[in-house]
Each structure stands twice: as structure tokens, then as C-alpha cells.
């Protein structure tokens, strides 16, 4: 069930949130906003919680008040995702169920990063049960969208969605057991987003992610380095490990789950040649306790 927040005034569920401004919790939740004990009002626009409102999204990643509407999500899986391309889907899968696999599911409470149109979280809620679940994107039309979608596959779990940014994150420092997120590369400032992450899992908290990576020198590469964001250790074949140690994290599994040449997607925020070299890794890291 999504938390009915009509009657969660002050619910223990929120325990864990805090205001972006003040860092103190919140003390009211209506159905359409959220105040903080230094009377910080957020809104919330279909039972998405908006709580970030200075960060914005590049363009590239803005999907449109069309994904409100899930049928259009679903169009999009079958027509000009990767999804609609069998060696691709097969590829995305594995990075999926990596995830999935790699979870403790039950009885606890999973934040999920830039959720987006929902691939990750629709495979994992079917395998959760009485677990406490977080999804953010910093698109308040694609989260709606995805909220909508899933209407069906919350069985016993709560779900909360928010509006919010992976580098700016409305959780306590120390207080999220699990972060998972799926394409942790689309986050472009990944570096910040990580750091934020750390900050707010719990001591021995468990960072579950999947990513494609591009080979150093490839067309893909030589085409980020023209945009605004510039390639960075995230996006590289085994350039992150050190960068995420450096951070703190201890790496617990890493697994090349595929590496080879990729076909090209009408969707791909990246516009890759068919036929260019790509690594799939899934990966656990674990905040080093202090
Ligand atoms: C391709 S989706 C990722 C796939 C998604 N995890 C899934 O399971 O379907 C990329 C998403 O990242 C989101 N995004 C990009 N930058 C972000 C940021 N700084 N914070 C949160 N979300 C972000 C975009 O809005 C977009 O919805
Ligand atoms: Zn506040």
C-alpha cells in the first residue's frame, strides 16, 4: 500500500526524512503538503513528495507530463528502449536482477535512486515483503508515473515516492540500511551522489547498484568529453574501485555481468555507434563503519 497520508500526521515513517533546508524532521503531512518543525512547507503533487526544488534537471533527462500517464512508460519499454531489443534486454535484465538478488528484501527499508520509469523497482517489489521503500528521482512527472505503475506489486510493503535529488538527499545522516539504484552513471554528478549516499547509509549499510561502463578512447567517450559533463571515474572500465574506496566504501562483490559490443537505443542519453564495447558490472559496496 502507499502510506495514506491523510493518517500519518506525524507517522513514524517520516522518522527517517528530514527538511532540506533545516535538517529537522517533518510535523505535518496532508495529502497535498509537508511542514517541518521550522514550518518548511513542501507539496505533494499526486502523492509525490516534493522536497527538492532548487536542483534541476538537465534537459536530456526531463521526461514530460506524458509519463504521467503509465501506458506511456509501458509504449516506451516496447518501442525505443532497450528493452525493445532482445541482446539489450537481456543485458538490462541481468543488471536487474543483480540487484534484486543481491538484496535483503524483507523487513526492512530500501531506498531506490533516480527510480526513474520504474525497471529496477518493478522486478523488486514482487520479491519484497513488509519492507519500507523510498523511491526518488528528481522528476516529479516520471515519479508519479511510476507510482501509478506499480499500484499493483506493493503487496505488503510501503511505498513512499520523493522528489528529490541523489547529491542533495532528505534522509539523516546514518539512518538507510539499503540504497540500491539501477544506471547509477545516469546520476552525471555520481562522485557527489555517492558521497551523499554514504552519508546517509547506515554503518555496515549496503550500496547495491548496477552499471554500463565505456572502454577509455571510445566514440562514446570522445563524445562526453564535448558535453557539459565530462567523462568521470564512474563511466570508465575499472576507474571507479579506487574512487570508491577512497570514499570509504568497502567493495563487498563486484561482477561483470557482460562486456562486449552494444547495439544502439533511440533512447540512450548517450548517442554510442553499434558495435562499441561496453561493461555491465553489478557491484555491493559496504559504508566502512568509523
Ligand atoms: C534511465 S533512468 C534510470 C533507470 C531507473 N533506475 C529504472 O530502474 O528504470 C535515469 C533517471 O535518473 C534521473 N536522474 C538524473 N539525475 C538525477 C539526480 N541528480 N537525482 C535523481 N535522479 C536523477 C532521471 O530523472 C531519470 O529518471
Ligand atoms: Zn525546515
Excluded at 14 to 26: D, I, W
Excluded at 222 to 240: A, E, G, H, R
Aim: proline share 4%; with cysteine; aromatic share 8%.
Amino acid at each position: 500500500m502507499t502510506i495514506n497520508i491523510k493518517n500519518t500526521k506525524t507517522n513514524k515513517i517520516h522518522r527517517v526524512l528530514h527538511c532540506l533546508y533545516c535538517n529537522k524532521q517533518f510535523r505535518f503531512v496532508s495529502s497535498n503538503k509537508i511542514i517541518c518543525q521550522n514550518s518548511h512547507e513542501f507539496s505533494i503533487d499526486e502523492e509525490v513528495l516534493i522536497l527538492e526544488t532548487k536542483i534541476k534537471l538537465p534537459k536530456k533527462f526531463v521526461w514530460g507530463k506524458k509519463l504521467r500517464n503509465p501506458k506511456e512508460n509501458l509504449l516506451l519499454d516496447e518501442t525505443q528502449s532497450t528493452l525493445a531489443k532482445p541482446k539489450s534486454k537481456l543485458r538490462m535484465e541481468k543488471m536487474i536482477s543483480f540487484i534484486v538478488n543481491n538484496l535483503t528484501k524483507n523487513n526492512t527499508t530500501i531506498l531506490d535512486i533516480a527510480t526513474g520509469r520504474g525497471l529496477l523497482i518493478r522486478n523488486l517489489l514482487p520479491a519484497t515483503e513488509n519492507s519500507v521503500i523510498y523511491l526518488t528521482d528528481l522528476d516529479t512527472d516520471v515519479l508519479v508515473g511510476t507510482n501509478k505503475l506499480i499500484q499493483t506489486l506493493h503487496g505488503k510493503n510501503t511505498i513512499v515516492p520523493i522528489t528529490s535529488s541523489a547529491t542533495h538527499l532528505p534522509f539523516n545522516n546514518n539512518s538507510i540500511p539499503i540504497v540500491v539504484c539501477f544506471g547509477i552513471n545516469n546520476v552525471r554528478k555520481t562522485r557527489e551522489a555517492l558521497i551523499e549516499i554514504w552519508r546517509i547509509l547506515k554503518p555496515e549499510g549496503k550500496l547495491i547498484f548496477s552499471f554500463s561502463l565505456m572502454d577509455q578512447n571510445s566514440p562514446s567517450f570522445d563524445w562526453l568529453q564535448t558535453q557539459n559533463d565530462k567523462p568521470n571515474s564512474f563511466d570508465v572500465i575499472d576507474k571507479w574501485q579506487m574512487e570508491a574506496k577512497n570514499m570509504g566504501f568497502t567493495i563487498f562483490k563486484q561482477e561483470i555481468l557482460f562486456d562486449g559490443p552494444v547495439e544502439k537505443a533511440e533512447l540512450d542519453l548517450i548517442p554510442r555507434e553499434n558495435g562499441e564495447r561496453f561493461q555491465d558490472v553489478g557491484v555491493v559496496l559496504i559504508k566502512k563503519s568509523t
